[in-house]
């Protein structure tokens, strides 16, 4: 198995976000900026270690062989020094998708296939977006993919219903087997969310290779799924809690922050 993080955005949600803290409150600005400013989203630092090094050692425990991280040429530099820094266990392998600018992004889903197509994947791979911070392990996903035998997406439930208009909304049946799946529904089906973290079996792979898609759907990497969930057998691996940290906005990486700051903190006294 191959591990694919998206990390070619250019967050300017987030970007936008610091440049308000940094007029309106100039002290709490202060407290994170090391941390953040100047930094693609993936790279910046959560109780020590940026995103993309927890995700990343998520994965090393797991049965994934190689990992590929595609970004683009703006920020390709923070994340080579990372990688020459970091000692992974499992080879990492970066990816430049050659754009500079929010304008003319290749947005996540053709940055996905560019990557299957130019290291010529043809295996099962778990796709990962680089500002997941997951709070569980993914081994427990890959066994469910691996009992599976096919295509598995992660869900969990959310109780807010804006928030479920904003994401990739999913109906499953008692076999966990997609019936049907939403992007960014204006009147959701299902409680039930899916984050960018799906594990694709080789033969959808093939698929995903040969699939085109409109500028305006070329964000939204859940446009993947959602064309293919009536045509292959696709499963759900839910969760009941919120398993991740989305890191949109400074509230969002402070809660992140102090969260695995904690954990960290843990470790260390056992």
Not at 123 to 138: E, H, Q, S, W, Y
Not at 214 to 229: A, R, S
Request: proline fraction near 4%; aromatic fraction near 8%.
């Amino acid at each position: 198995m191959k591990a694919v993080i998206l990390a070619a955005g250019y967050g300017e949600r987030l970007r936008k976000g610091i440049e308000s803290l940094k007029k309106e409150d100039p002290e709490r600005f202060s407290d994170i900026k090391d941390s953040v400013e100047g930094k693609a989203k993936p790279m910046v630092e959560i109780a020590g270690k940026p995103v993309v090094q927890h995700i990343v050692e998520n994965i090393e425990n797991t049965s994934v062989d190689e990992i590929f991280i595609v970004t683009n040429h703006l920020y390709f530099n923070q994340f080579d020094e990372w990688k020459r820094a970091y000692d992974s266990s499992i080879p990492i392998r970066l990816v430049d998708d050659n754009t500079k600018t929010n304008e003319t992004r290749l947005g996540a889903v053709n940055d996905l296939i560019l990557v299957l197509k130019e290291k010529d994947i043809d295996d099962d791979v778990l796709v990962i977006a680089g500002d997941n911070l997951l709070k569980f392990d993914l081994n427990d996903m890959i066994s469910f993919f691996e009992k599976k035998d096919a295509t598995t997406l992660m869900v969990y439930p959310e109780s807010d219903l804006e928030k479920i208009k904003r994401s990739a909304c999913v109906s499953f049946d008692e076999q966990n087997l997609v019936i049907g799946f939403e992007e960014k529904p204006s009147e959701p089906k299902s409680e039930w969310i899916c984050p960018a973290i799906y594990i694709y079996d080789h033969d959808t792979i093939r698929l995903i290779k040969e699939m085109r898609f409109d500028e305006d759907k070329k964000d939204l990497i859940g446009n993947i799924p959602l064309l293919l969930y009536n045509k292959i057998r696709i499963y759900v691996y839910p969760m009941h809690e919120k398993i991740r940290f989305d890191l949109g906005t400074i509230d969002d990486l402070e809660k992140a922050n102090a969260y695995f700051q904690l954990r960290a903190d843990e470790g260390k006294g056992r």
